[in-house]
């Protein structure tokens, strides 16, 4: 009897590239009976697709640049809950996320990195 194999969803970063070349060699099975079903395998996973996806951002508007451009909120140390929020705002919709405001100054900081590379290419591409 012929082995069916189950379809692959289409890889969302390089997480799951990962996953589906260990899957594929055999190695995810041999990490799974040493070291035990929770090998840590999807914690990595989802951690590299997010450092790694595969899907582009979506541009700024034209509006969003502007306050970002005039604001100079992504250079400021310290950021107002209002800051935060149009960031959070620009964020979620740039990155197809649904990110809530948070307290954390290293997840807020790694959001505003992340908006700052596509406004700093947004900003080389209009000064081109």
């Known amino acids: 009897m ?5 379809p692959r969803k289409k890889a969302e ?3 799951d590239t990962v996953a589906n070349v260990l899957e594929a060699t055999g190695i995810a099975k041999v990490a799974k009976f040493v070291l035990g079903e929770d090998c840590g395998c999807e914690e990595r996973k989802k951690r ?3 450092l790694l996806p595969y899907r582009k951002p979506e541009c700024l508007t034209e509006d969003e640049f ?3 451009d005039e604001s ?3 250079s400021k140390n310290a950021i107002k809950p209002s ?3 149009a960031i959070l705002k620009i964020f979620n919709r740039i990155f197809r996320k649904n990110q809530e405001p948070t307290n954390c100054a290293t997840c807020l900081k790694e959001i505003i990195n992340q908006v700052n590379i596509v406004y700093t290419e947004y900003k080389n591409d209009v000064q081109a």
Do not use: C, H, I
């Not at 012929?2 to 189950?6: E, G, H, I, S, V």
């Open 66 to 68: 502007n306050y970002l």
């Open 83 to 85: 800051e935060q929020d």
């Open 2 to 6: 012929a082995k069916t194999r189950t």
């Open 13 to 15: 970063g390089l997480g």
């Open 72 to 74: 100079q909120v992504l």
């Open 48 to 50: 590299l697709n997010e």
